[in-house]
T-cell receptor
Framework: KAGVTQTPRYLIKTRGQQVTLSCSPI?????VSWYQQTPGQGLQFLFE???????NKGNFPGRFSGRQFSNSRSEMNVSTLELGDSALYLC?????????????FGQGTRLTVV | KQEVTQIPAALSVPEGENLVLNCSFT??????LQWFRQDPGKGLTSLLL?????REQTSGRLNASLDKSSGRSTLYIAASQPGDSATYLC???????????FGTGTSLTVIP
């Protein structure tokens, strides 16, 4: 079966612009989480969605937002981009949250802010 | 706040050697623990999931153990191969099960 699909794979944006990243979970999975990975901070939790509702949010500024659609696909948006937003953004899908189920990650979107 | 530490940060071994990667966490109230591997510039590949009620899981040459009371997990790789070269990450979920806390990873190099 198809894995977690993230698009686009690579993005180059200019400071001050905004960007939208997309994540399509594994078919049947309803929980989607987003993580930011940087060399200095490692993997940090951004937010988690289940049934179109944000269940949990990490410690990121309000410039980072997301949503989930009725088909479980999720998008995250970063507004007013800063150089420090350059990172690999990873999305994970699981069957349900808090159900002892395995999480599967996509290949990520590499965002470079110049 | 949950903190996850992985030791060593980097490891280089000759092909064929057995090895152990360590993961420790500060809050034992976890839901489960999952081991991942990450190749350079790629996403995470799930290796093993250990639920909080379990003590170990095995998949092929991999064996992971979990000791919740001491806040420790180990990943044992038998008969290492060059293709095992990657960064290995352990992650624990909170007791609400909806957020991973990741370690900083162990970068493994298996020398042919």
């Amino acid at each position: 079966k198809a894995g977690v699909t993230q698009t686009p794979r690579y993005l180059i944006k200019t400071r001050g612009q905004q960007v939208t990243l997309s994540c399509s979970p594994i078919s049947g999975h309803r929980s989607v989480s987003w993580y930011q990975q940087t060399p200095g901070q490692g993997l940090q939790f951004l937010f988690e969605y289940f049934s179109e509702t944000q269940r949990n949010k990490g410690n990121f500024p309000g410039r980072f937002s997301g949503r989930q659609f009725s088909n479980s696909r999720s998008e995250m948006n970063v507004s007013t981009l800063e150089l420090g937003d350059s990172a690999l953004y990873l999305c994970a899908s699981s069957l349900n949250p808090g159900m002892n189920t395995e999480a599967f990650f996509g290949q990520g979107t590499r965002l470079t802010v110049v | 706040k949950q903190e996850v530490t992985q030791i060593p940060a980097a490891l280089s071994v000759p092909e064929g050697e057995n090895l152990v990667l360590n993961c420790s966490f500060t809050d034992s109230a976890i839901y489960n623990l999952q081991w991942f591997r990450q190749d350079p510039g790629k996403g995470l590949t799930s290796l093993l999931l250990i639920q909080s009620s379990q003590r170990e899981q095995t998949s092929g040459r991999l064996n992971a153990s979990l000791d919740k009371s001491s806040g420790r997990s180990t990943l044992y790789i038998a008969a290492s191969q060059p293709g095992d070269s990657a960064t290995y990450l352990c992650a624990v979920t909170s007791n609400t099960g909806n957020q991973f806390y990741f370690g900083t990873g162990t970068s493994l190099t298996v020398i042919p």
